[in-house]
């Protein structure tokens, strides 16, 4: 490991699960039998999945002193990921999500509080500047404010290091932001919010990534939950399907898992049709086991999903 450099933008969470046969609603309670509390936060996620399939990562972001920025604290520590620029507010909290997965489906509702991370700021950013230049790739998403992600796609750009923007949650961006990325990975309730087109079928989530493309993203990568992703870029289209690795548990932190496959195949020199396999791959794997981060595979299974 170690091979590929990537910076991680984005947020920890701690993760307070929920399974069940259906939310409650307003004003009622329902009971379930099904609880976990572990890592998470799309950024953190992303980073871990990186860190699992082969790169040497670092994460920039803030927590709370607290008992969950306690646990990011080791989780990283455990996964041997860099946590030399993750800041810490004395006066907030470290960022929690709420996350019921139906039972039936395996589909999941989040709700996040990101806490102390909200206060990051341009100037911490810039303090990291050093670990950005020295990357092969900086991957950031929305749940950071978008000066935030804005200020790590300029110096990535300034430095020749590729971006990756995974619009999560989708959120209103000024347009030149576009022209600072070099992979766009919306979902399709992500690419029907910001490209105004509803994604509902492939040519739909074509005719989006165009819109992207119009606005100075070099490649897009639409992803499509079971049915794999569709990457449109100036060379043309393609649709790579999903892979099949076995019983779908919970499709929480399946996107984390593409964007952090994907960052890895990207940073090792692969180009981005092949890095979208790999990012299936990750994903198609992390689905078989509950949770986010602890359902990040290994490169060992990845690369024998890829050769079977």
């Not at 969950?68 to 520590?77: D, K, P, Q, S």
């Amino acid at each position: 490991m170690g091979s590929a450099r990537i910076v991680v933008l984005g947020t920890f969470v701690a993760d307070l699960s929920f399974r069940g046969d259906r939310l409650p609603v307003m004003g009622e309670t329902v009971m379930t039998d099904y609880f976990r509390l572990g890592p998470g936060g799309k950024g953190s996620n992303q980073a871990i999945a990186a860190r699992r399939v082969g790169a040497e990562v670092t994460f920039i972001s803030r927590l709370g002193r607290d008992a969950f920025g306690a646990l990011a604290r080791e989780t990283y520590r455990r996964e041997g990921i860099s946590d030399a620029w993750v800041s810490e507010d004395a006066d907030s909290y470290t960022g929690a999500a709420f996350i019921f997965v139906e039972a039936a489906s395996r589909q999941n509702t989040i709700v996040v509080a990101p806490g102390a991370v909200a206060g990051l700021s341009p100037a911490d950013v810039d303090r990291a500047g050093e670990a950005i230049r020295a990357a092969r790739v900086l991957a950031t998403n929305l749940e950071v404010p978008v000066p935030v992600a804005r200020r790590g796609l300029e110096l990535a750009r300034q430095a020749g290091v590729a971006t990756i923007l995974n619009p999560a949650p989708a959120v209103p961006l000024p347009e030149d932001i576009y022209l600072l990325v070099d992979f766009l990975t919306p979902n399709e309730i992500e690419a029907s919010a910001l490209s105004g087109r509803e994604v509902c079928t492939l040519d739909d989530a074509e005719a989006a990534a165009d819109s992207f493309l119009a606005r100075g993203v070099r490649a897009v990568v639409v992803t499509l939950g079971e049915k794999g992703a569709l990457l449109k870029d100036a060379a043309g289209v393609q649709h790579v399907p999903a892979f099949r690795a076995g019983t779908v548990v919970d499709t929480t932190g399946a996107g984390d898992a593409f964007n952090g496959g994907f960052a890895v195949a990207l940073a090792e020199g692969r180009d981005v049709r092949a890095a979208t396999r790999f990012g299936c791959a990750v994903a198609g794997l992390s689905v078989t086991r509950e949770g986010t981060a602890p359902s990040m595979p290994s490169r060992d299974e990845v690369d024998r999903l890829l050769s079977g």
